[in-house]
């Protein structure tokens, strides 16, 4: 197991443990923490290069966080799931593989497979499901991909890491059958089936002990599980020497050890007085060689001779994915990430208004906050940098239409970064801002141009030198007003902060994180204060933006701040009753509305479902004006929607990507299906969901295996929509449904085997998702009502009819006795159909 992709070769355990040999404690403890945010130390004596790992569930990020290294942005990792298609999903690893080799990635921290416990989850739109096979079969998809192309996936956050309140704290407390059948299932998956290289350990507790020093790392990952990987800590989560160390935790991230991290030279003294066994440091250094030489990073050569070990100068293995060279240009990437788009979106309600018929569309009023900026990728470290995205409006106007927007309601509760068209350079020759480094002498030390107004240093300031060699920092552009009012001004950031606007000053501020606020919430949504400063229209004035770096708190990280703007807009009255008069006027509506990244983000939980604002209200006076309204709902996770009944067409589109624009223009218009289906459960309000509140710093699983559709079956709950719904631009007939059926390529595979024959009713080729689950009426075990066993995709044209197998693992039948898996004898049922509430097909299965 395990294997590494095809032409790697990986020395035998003991040519590693040759290497470790011809390393000091000193050597080999140097190795067990990053040498800086995201690398580790290479080691000439042992042929070790330097390691790069970087986030990437939404893309790869590479080691610079900012607009000048792009990154192509897929769909959320929900937009995977939404796909319920495995090659889709092993395609986007391959994709994301080619984007880590040009960026010199070696590990990719992904992907993440925390389930999706409750709705109120922060990085609900960074976990694929609720449900753990569908988690298990998209994260096997994406990993493969990934490592089949020579770049490792880290899966992540090992365990009990499914929502954000108290996240570096929290005592997640779940029982040993819910933690085998439900969250560490996926896990499972992706190390005995896809053989994943390195597993992320998580910052909370499960049932009392940290999981950078549980031993559930060793008891179930090596012990169990036979994982010959890395386990690599969440960033600062390592917390002591001597107990993480015995733990199997092999990897304190980020480093350096001076700065970062418990182990350097307080595990080198705890080695000296048998606190820790050299042994134990000796398995550690092998794992991170084995992983090294699975990306590509070991010298193959003799371990005999010294002279051989020196690692290649070449920090990028020649390993690429398949046909790279020819298909992985920009245009390719569009294309794919475009296609995968589509395949996500859940058409959840249509009165037949979909897909528009171009011939005869008259003008189309696109509406909403998130129509003209779009939200593509959550907040957190699923962030990127991509190099465009096409926003709704921008997809809608480029497929041809007779387009006219209104903003309709803000969503937003604070202002952004300054951006085009409002943002120029001091010299006014395009957009973005100039910065100047000032030495802690304050002499010049060096400066950038940038494109925008956002900004981002890790590691230093490039070529203006090391973090601590930059004192001061000048940022300075024009701004430039499109209409005359009352613009607002400001700082978004952490530390000392100075203002001046045509050479008056109109801020001076240190602004500071609220107590016991998460680190990433510094990153993503720090403090901000902002000035009024009235403009005529075509009015330019110089800005001029000066921070004191080592104020900012988190100045060892990094640092980040941004300029920001907003600019004046007409009341929420205004703005609606605008989006209104627009609506009645045109042939059909379009509504963009959705999350922004105050409400959903890695850092915190939501406190609400409802969308932001006024969007409730927008939705239906528009849709009162105008009958033929769909309305688009861009998030990345479940929100309230009390106004289904009164629209249209509801078209549900995740985190589309940076092609979310084109993609849905493809889909409104009939070019393309809306292949998706919830691989979660909409709620139709916010009573008797999961809350994820910790109560004196715990958080009690107490219902078991009951969650997402599990817990609406038990509690008799009806949702908005139930997990596994859509629909697309056809009908389905579901015919019959056989057990032990034949399908090919499967007579040596364990497990039971189900064909189901569907039929394409409708008069256009579709795609369907088959579903079986499984139950156990009579079970003397409790049991979930029902649960997903298997699925398959099926296309077919009109009136044609498939057949489609589905082979149903053994595992699905069995539950965890505390001594291990075991299959109560009996009956079981399975049933198929094209969702979890609709399952029109059934047959039964005797085992044991």
């Known amino acids: 197991m395990n294997n590494p992709v095809a032409g790697a070769f990986v020395p035998a355990e003991d ?67 939404a796909t319920w298609d495995c090659d889709r999903v092993e395609g986007i690893g391959a994709l994301l593989a080619h984007e880590a080799r040009r960026k010199g990635v070696d590990v990719l921290l992904a992907p993440t497979v925390n389930l999706h416990r409750s709705p109120y989850g922060g990085r609900h739109f960074e976990c694929f499901s609720e449900d753990p096979l569908l988690t298990a079969r998209i994260g096997v998809a994406y990993v493969r991909g990934l490592q089949q192309a020579g770049v490792g996936a880290c899966v992540k956050h090992f365990i009990g890491n499914d929502s954000e309140t108290e996240r570096m704290t929290v005592d997640v407390q779940i029982d040993e059958r819910t933690l085998r059948e439900v969250y560490l299932a996926p896990f499972e998956a992706i190390v005995r089936e896809a053989g994943v290289w390195a597993v992320m350990a998580a910052y909370n507790e499960v049932n009392g002990t940290t999981m950078t020093e549980s ?15 890395l386990v690599v800590s969440d960033w600062t989560a390592a917390r002591s020497t001597v107990a993480a160390a015995n733990a199997a935790l092999d990897l304190a991230m980020p480093g350096p050890a001076s700065q970062f991290g418990p182990w350097g030279d307080a595990l080198t003294v705890a080695v000296a007085d048998g606190l820790v066994d050299e042994a134990v440091i000796d398995d550690k250094v092998v794992r991170i060689l084995r992983l090294a030489a699975r990306v590509g990073g070991l010298n193959l050569k003799s371990p005999n001779d010294p002279n051989d070990l020196q690692p290649q100068p070449n920090s990028t293995p020649p390993l690429e994915p398949p046909g790279a060279s020819a298909g992985y240009g920009p245009a390719e990437i569009a294309r794919n990430l475009r296609a995968t788009a589509a395949a996500s979106f859940v058409l959840a309600g249509n009165s037949g208004l979909l897909p528009l018929d171009r011939s005869g569309l008259g003008r189309v009023a696109v509406i909403g906050p998130n129509a003209e900026v779009a939200r593509t990728l959550g907040g957190g470290s699923a962030t990127v940098f991509p190099p465009y995205t096409i926003s709704p409006l921008d997809g809608l106007r480029a497929a041809g239409l007779d387009v006219a927007f209104a903003p309709g309601a803000l969503s937003h509760l604070r202002p952004s970064a300054a951006r085009v068209p409002w943002l120029l350079r001091p010299d006014g020759t395009g957009s973005g801002t100039e910065v100047r480094f000032f030495a802690p002498s304050g002499e010049l030390a060096g400066a950038e141009r940038r494109e925008g107004a956002a900004l981002r240093w890790m590691s230093g300031f490039g070529a203006a030198g090391a973090a601590e060699s930059v004192a001061r920092l000048e940022v300075s552009c024009v701004i430039r007003a499109t209409g005359a009012g009352q613009y607002q001004l400001g700082v978004s950031g952490l530390g000392h902060f100075r203002l001046l606007v045509d050479g008056a000053e109109v801020l001076d501020v240190t602004l500071s994180l609220p107590e016991g ?246 008069a256009r080729r579709g795609r369907e998702i088959v579903q079986v ?6 079970s003397a075990v409790e049991r979930p009502v029902k649960w997903l066993a298997g699925f398959a995709v099926v296309e077919a044209d009109p009136t044609e009819t498939v057949d489609v197998g589905v082979l149903i693992p053994e595992r699905a039948f069995q539950h965890w006795s505390g001594e291990g898996w075991t299959l109560e004898p009996g009956t079981f049922t399975l049933a198929a159909g094209p969702s979890s509430a609709s399952l029109p097909l059934a047959g039964r299965v005797e085992l044991g």
């Open 15 to 81: 040519e590693l443990r040759a290497r470790v040999a011809r390393l000091s404690v000193e050597q080999k403890i140097r190795l067990l923490t990053g040498a800086d945010f995201w690398a580790l130390y290479p080691e000439p004596d042992a042929g070790l290069r330097r390691v790069v790992l970087s986030d990437g569930p939404a893309g790869v990020r590479g080691e610079t966080w900012d607009e000048r290294d792009t990154s192509a942005n897929v769909p959320s990792p929900t937009a995977l799931a």
């Open 215 to 229: 031993p559930l790392l060793r008891e179930i990952l090596y012990d169990d599980w036979g994982f010959d990987g």
């Open 517 to 762: 606020a998460d680190v990433v919430e510094a990153l993503m949504a720090p403090p901000q204060r902002l000035a009024p400063v009235k403009l005529a229209a075509g009015q330019a004035v110089s800005v001029l933006l000066e921070h004191d770096v080592h104020s900012s708190p988190i100045a060892g990280i990094g640092t980040f701040f941004e300029l920001s703007l907003e600019v004046p807009h007409g009341t929420d009255d205004e703005e609606i009753a605008a989006a209104v008069a627009l609506a009645a006027a045109s042939d059909v509506a379009v509504v963009v509305v959705g999350t922004t990244a105050e409400v959903e983000s890695e850092g915190f939980d939501r406190t609400s479902l409802a969308l932001p604002g006024r969007q409730d209200e927008l939705v239906r006076r528009v849709a009162a004006a105008n009958p033929r309204t769909v309305v688009v709902v861009n998030s990345g996770a479940p929100v309230l929607m009390p106004w289904t009944e009164e629209v249209a067409a509801v078209l549900l589109t995740w985190f589309g990507g940076q092609e979310f624009g084109r993609a849905l223009a493809d889909v409104l218009l009939g070019d393309t299906e809306p292949g998706g289906r919830l691989p979660t459960t909409w709620p139709a309000s916010e009573a008797g969901l999961l809350s994820t509140q910790p109560v004196d710093g715990v958080l009690a699983y107490t219902e078991g295996a009951s969650i997402g559709y599990r817990g609406y079956d038990r509690d008799g709950r009806v949702p908005l929509y139930p997990f596994g719904h859509g629909t697309g631009y056809t009908t389905w007939s579901y015919d019959s449904l056989a057990v032990d059926c034949d399908i090919p390529g499967t007579r040596d595979v364990p497990g039971v085997a189900v064909c189901v024959q569907v039929r394409n009713t409708g």
């Open 773 to 778: 689950y499984v139950s156990r009426p009579d």
